[in-house]
């Protein structure tokens, strides 16, 4: 039997086509058109009253947001070292921002910031088998955190001290029994090849592959078997670091999220403002617009109101807060990105995690 290492794919991702940009830039159209037009509509605000709200926030409070998304960036890094044995702080923080500033602003940002993301650890000497496993295993924390989150907040919706109407609790019934039915087939994924092939054929059922050839199916399930043994060894050396990581982020950007309310002037509880920030991030995960921005604002706000706050302070509450998540990370997402392409990116040189000097990606 051949001891060779499995076949890698060709590609991490698949091509970008004119077709992706135009879907991009309608996306950065309805975003512009929800937050300007959508967020007064709906939630029966005027911009005066945001503006008014907004204009409570003192140098001091925005001086401690800025720090706080700093140290939420810093947080992640435990995260990118965790899924990529080798990586060093200083290069994860460099990522991270790099990947953030692009993911979050330009057009098909998510597709792009993962590119440069590929182009920057292969230029620190990274195998593009290590890589596109640190992708697989960082998409799966990010996912599975995104949903733990909202089904925390529903359980303080339905148990908690929270005075919500009745059709929200529901929802928060319904919603919380299907997050923990998909945190627990994804970790079933992870840790056993059977429930991994089952549900590969299940997809494939739906898809109506069958119907077509099998070879399809064979190759799905050679796919998923390799990836999941990957991301398996990974998740066994780097789970501690990367769930602390994720933890401590998603703690500190609450912190802002709690700052950036008390600043505008709403006045919830501590439980009432965890209930929108996890549905906040619930809204990350299924937004069509990049980064979310526009319907993670209204519904955010959306959200404060129907757990009693005003509207004007609960749209400047969102509003602060994706300043700060979409334009705050500018400077830092840009200092990054120089520091990289000047030192071991394209346009310079650098060394890789053993030590060498590359100014080149590493070849596979």
Same mark, same amino acid.
């Given at each position: 039997?051949?001891?060779?290492?499995?076949?890698?794919?060709?590609?991490?991702?698949?091509?970008?086509?004119?077709?992706?940009?135009?879907?991009?830039?309608?996306?950065?159209?309805?975003?512009?058109?929800?937050?300007?037009?959508?967020?007064?509509?709906?939630?029966?605000?005027?911009?005066?009253?945001?503006?008014?709200?907004?204009?409570?926030?003192?140098?001091?409070?925005?001086?401690?947001?800025?720090?706080?998304?700093?140290?939420?960036?810093?947080?992640?890094?435990?995260?990118?070292?965790?899924?990529?044995?080798?990586?060093?702080?200083?290069?994860?923080?460099?990522?991270?921002?790099?990947?953030?500033?692009?993911?979050?602003?330009?057009?098909?940002?998510?597709?792009?910031?993962?590119?440069?993301?590929?182009?920057?650890?292969?230029?620190?000497?990274?195998?593009?088998?290590?890589?596109?496993?640190?992708?697989?295993? +960082? %998409?799966?924390?990010? $996912?599975?955190?995104?949903? @733990?989150?909202? #089904?925390?907040?529903? =359980?303080?919706? /339905? &148990? !908690?001290?929270?005075?919500?109407?009745?059709?929200?609790?529901?929802?928060?019934?319904?919603?919380?029994?299907?997050?923990?039915?998909?945190?627990?087939? +994804? %970790?079933?994924?992870? $840790?056993?090849?059977?429930? @991994?092939?089952? #549900?590969?054929?299940? =997809?494939?059922? /739906? &898809? !109506?592959?069958?119907?077509?050839?099998?070879?399809?199916?064979?190759?799905?399930?050679?796919?998923?078997?390799?990836?999941?043994?990957?991301?398996?060894?990974?998740?066994?050396?780097?789970?501690?670091?990367?769930?602390?990581?994720?933890?401590?982020?998603?703690?500190?950007?609450?912190?802002?999220?709690?700052?950036?309310?008390?600043?505008?002037?709403?006045?919830?509880?501590?439980?009432?403002?965890?209930?929108?920030?996890?549905?906040?991030?619930?809204?990350?995960?299924?937004?069509?617009?990049?980064?979310?921005?526009?319907?993670?604002?209204?519904?955010?706000?959306?959200?404060?109101?129907?757990?009693?706050?005003?509207?004007?302070?609960?749209?400047?509450?969102?509003?602060?807060?994706?300043?700060?998540?979409?334009?705050?990370?500018?400077?830092?997402?840009?200092?990054?990105?120089?520091?990289?392409?000047?030192?071991?990116?394209?346009?310079?040189?650098?060394?890789?995690?053993?030590?060498?000097?590359?100014?080149?990606?590493?070849?596979?």
């Amino acid at each position: 039997m051949s001891t060779d290492p499995p076949a890698e794919p060709e590609a991490i991702g698949r091509r970008l086509t004119w077709r992706d940009a135009v879907s991009s830039v309608l996306g950065l159209a309805v975003s512009g058109v929800l937050i300007v037009y959508g967020m007064p509509l709906v939630l029966d605000t005027t911009w005066a009253e945001i503006g008014t709200q907004l204009a409570r926030v003192r140098p001091g409070s925005a001086a401690l947001m800025a720090l706080l998304l700093v140290a939420g960036l810093f947080c992640y890094t435990w995260v990118l070292m965790g899924s990529l044995p080798g990586l060093s702080h200083l290069q994860a923080l460099k990522g991270n921002a790099v990947t953030s500033l692009i993911g979050n602003l330009i057009p098909l940002g998510a597709a792009v910031g993962v590119a440069v993301w590929v182009m920057m650890t292969r230029s620190w000497g990274f195998p593009r088998r290590a890589v596109s496993a640190s992708l697989l295993v +960082t %998409s799966l924390w990010n $996912l599975l955190a995104r949903i @733990a989150l909202p #089904v925390i907040g529903c =359980l303080l919706l /339905v &148990a !908690g001290p929270v005075d919500a109407p009745q059709l929200l609790v529901r929802g928060a019934v319904i919603a919380g029994a299907v997050g923990t039915a998909a945190i627990g087939i +994804t %970790s079933a994924m992870v $840790l056993s090849d059977t429930v @991994a092939r089952g #549900v590969v054929l299940g =997809l494939d059922r /739906v &898809a !109506g592959l069958l119907r077509r050839s099998g070879t399809r199916v064979r190759r799905l399930e050679t796919l998923m078997t390799d990836q999941r043994a990957r991301v398996r060894d990974l998740v066994r050396g780097g789970f501690w670091p990367m769930t602390l990581g994720m933890t401590g982020q998603f703690t500190l950007l609450f912190c802002l999220y709690w700052t950036a309310a008390r600043t505008v002037g709403v006045d919830l509880p501590l439980v009432g403002l965890i209930c929108a920030y996890a549905f906040r991030q619930l809204l990350t995960v299924f937004a069509v617009t990049p980064g979310g921005l526009g319907v993670t604002e209204v519904g955010t706000a959306g959200m404060l109101v129907l757990l009693g706050a005003g509207a004007g302070a609960a749209s400047a509450t969102a509003l602060l807060y994706a300043v700060y998540a979409h334009l705050v990370v500018v400077p830092f997402g840009l200092a990054a990105l120089g520091s990289w392409w000047y030192g071991s990116g394209p346009g310079g040189r650098g060394s890789d995690p053993a030590g060498r000097v590359t100014g080149s990606p590493v070849s596979s």
